[in-house]
C-alpha cells in the first residue's frame, strides 16, 4: 500500500470513490493540492482531504473503495492528514458527516453544535453549501492527540 500526495491527473478516480460513498465531489478540483490517495498495485482504492483555514482544518471526504474497507486505509488517510496538517499549523480539526459519527469518536473527535463552529469553517462550500444541515459537527484538538504521540514515541526511543 502507497499513500501519496494526490495529482490533478487524479481527479477523476478521486470523484468516482467519493461518489461511491455518496459524498459531494463539486469542488474538489479546487482543493485537489490538499488531497492525498491510498494506492495498491497502482489503483487509487481510497482519499481524503483537507482544508486549512490558519490554525483550523476542515476534514473532508475519506473514502474508500468497497472491497478495501475495513483494513485501516481510512485511519492511515486521517492519521496522515493530521500530521500534514500539524506540520502546517492547525491546531483544531472539524469534520461534517451524517453517517460515521461513530468512527471519528473512536478517533479523538467529538460532537459540536453548528451554533459553535468557527466563521472560517462555517464560511466553507462543505459547510455552507455541500453537506445538508443535518450533517453532525465535529471536532479535534490534534495538538493535545499528536504531543501524546510524539511524547509516548519519544519515551520508547530511550
Known sequence: MKYRAAEK????????ILEQSNLPTEDCDSHVDNFIVAEQE????GTGGIEIY???GLIRSIAVIPEYRGKGISRKILTILEG????RG????YLLT???EEYFKNLGFSVK??????????NTKQFSNLCPSTAKVMRQDINKKLENKRQVSDRSKN
Open 9 to 16: 491527473k487524479d481527479l477523476a478516480d478521486i470523484k468516482e
Open 54 to 56: 490558519g490554525a483550523l
Open 42 to 45: 497502482r489503483k487509487i482504492i
Open 84 to 87: 500534514g496538517a500539524y506540520d
Open 113 to 122: 453544535n453548528r451554533s459553535e463552529t468557527p466563521e472560517a469553517i462555517v
Open 98 to 100: 451524517e453517517t460515521a
Open 90 to 93: 492547525v491546531n483544531i480539526l
